[in-house]
């Protein structure tokens, strides 16, 4: 198709739920992109994290054509070897636990939703004196009737489902689609005393992202998130951990979570764990694990056998590329580049961020910057309006670093 025909298709066939840029990419490698006119782009904002090893990487790519010429789908009614492993790995890299495959992040929440609900039905007593078998009969927790409502914060984002959109801290997105579920309390992030106030015995569970990416690259304080993993483990609440944007090494580590020195009973991933191809993932603590249980919950296409194999060649390649060191050190360096830019415009007000997910935020509209950086060849976003957010892929080199802050640096004169 023509250049012209494809933007009138988008306009004539495709439902406009996206604010579009007119690019329209046709390859792409590692931190590069092509246009449809063979211009180049350095990405460093690769679908909202989605591409933390680049474009194609070697090791994904080689999974997933091996496994596409054997087997594409199998229904989960069925196993297979694939999504077995992948379950191991996720597990011996993060917690004792179980894991749920879905399709996204949004799908991975809902699920995370729905077990908390779950956790927190109530346990009757038997005649002959023994509990049931819900996880508060199986732990000795003892859970009250209707517990449901689930803690989230201001300025949080969990995905565009119905609950997922409840969950989120944010009335923009959820305007028009009212009503949205109940269950839900948002209280200010950072703060210890808002989520005092707001526990009640129908509180079930707490849900957070340690980096609030769409609210503009905020971070959990230590204190904070040591205080909300206490309070959870008093009041018996199940601590749920969204690492769909921070998760698989964003942080410098392989998840955000392990720079606090915690471990959430329940934990979410998406983006970068498929490597470019669409997943969602919930784990659960080993206790909980059974909580779901058939005909509870399901996704069709979770876990395929393609898509397992393309998570399965990130953990390859990050362990053999040494993928977290590189992340630590390309972070602390694009920190540095960017606070030398801070001190020459003072247009920026602030650098916030940890691993490489960088937010920048500004004194201005951050739109007419993300516009002259993608004219002059680099890609980023901004959200929250001023906040620019800056998440190159974990194998960023140093090189491609100071030609992003050029190029940025260009954007700020202009």
């Excluded at 109530?122 to 927790?141: C, D, F, M, Q, V």
């Excluded at 997105?173 to 707001?198: C, M, R």
């Excluded at 905020?218 to 205080?227: K, Q």
């Excluded at 944007?245 to 410098?252: D, E, F, M, N, Y």
Aim: aromatic residues 8%.
């Amino acid at each position: 198709m023509k250049i012209e025909e494809i933007f009138q298709t988008y306009k004539e066939c495709i439902m406009p739920t996206y604010n579009k840029v007119p690019l329209i990419f046709v390859k792409g490698k590692g931190s590069r992109l092509w246009d449809i006119n063979g211009k180049l782009y350095l990405d460093f904002f690769p679908g909202w994290g989605v591409g933390s090893l680049g474009h194609c990487h070697p090791k994904v790519m080689q999974g997933v054509r091996d496994q596409i010429s054997k087997l594409i789908f199998v229904p989960n009614n069925y196993y297979h070897p694939f999504q077995a492993k992948l379950a191991c790995e996720l597990i011996r890299l993060s917690f004792p636990g179980k894991v749920f495959f879905a399709n996204s992040g949004a799908e991975a929440n809902e699920a995370a939703i729905k077990l908390a609900r779950k956790f927190g039905a109530s346990t009757k007593l038997s005649a002959n004196g023994e509990h049931g078998r819900t996880i508060g009969a199986l732990t000795g927790l003892s859970t009250s009737q209707g517990r449901y409502e689930i803690i989230t914060f201001q300025n949080a984002f969990h995905g565009r489902t119905l609950a997922a959109l409840a969950a989120t801290g944010q009335k923009k997105y959820q305007d028009g689609f009212e009503p949205v579920p109940d269950g839900f309390k948002q209280v200010k992030f950072n703060d210890l005393a808002a989520v005092k106030q707001a526990i009640t015995d129908k509180t079930v569970a707490i849900m957070l992202e340690l980096v609030q990416g769409e609210g503009g690259i905020n971070v959990a304080s230590r204190d904070f998130v040591l205080f909300l993993r206490k309070i959870c483990d008093e009041k018996k609440l199940l601590l749920i951990i969204d690492e769909v944007q921070t998760g698989i090494g964003r942080t410098g580590k392989m998840f955000c979570y392990q720079n606090y020195g915690i471990i959430p009973d329940l934990m979410t991933l998406a983006k970068a764990l498929g490597g470019g191809l669409p997943i969602g993932v919930l784990i659960a603590k080993k206790e909980l694990g059974d909580i779901l249980t058939p005909g509870t919950h399901a996704s069709t296409f979770g876990g395929g056998p393609v898509i397992c194999r393309a998570a399965l060649g990130v953990f390859k390649a990050m362990q053999k590329e040494k993928i977290l060191s590189n992340c630590q050190k390309m972070g602390s360096y694009l920190l540095e580049k960017l606070t030398l830019l801070k001190s020459a415009y003072p247009v920026i007000k602030e650098i916030r961020g940890l691993g490489l997910m960088f937010g920048v935020e500004l004194n201005i509209p951050g739109k007419q910057i993300v516009q002259a950086a993608y004219t002059r060849g680099l890609l980023i976003n901004c959200t929250q309006d001023k906040v620019l957010r800056l998440m190159p892929a974990l194998n960023v080199t140093k090189k491609e670093i100071d030609q992003a802050v050029g190029i940025l640096e260009e954007a700020l004169r202009q």
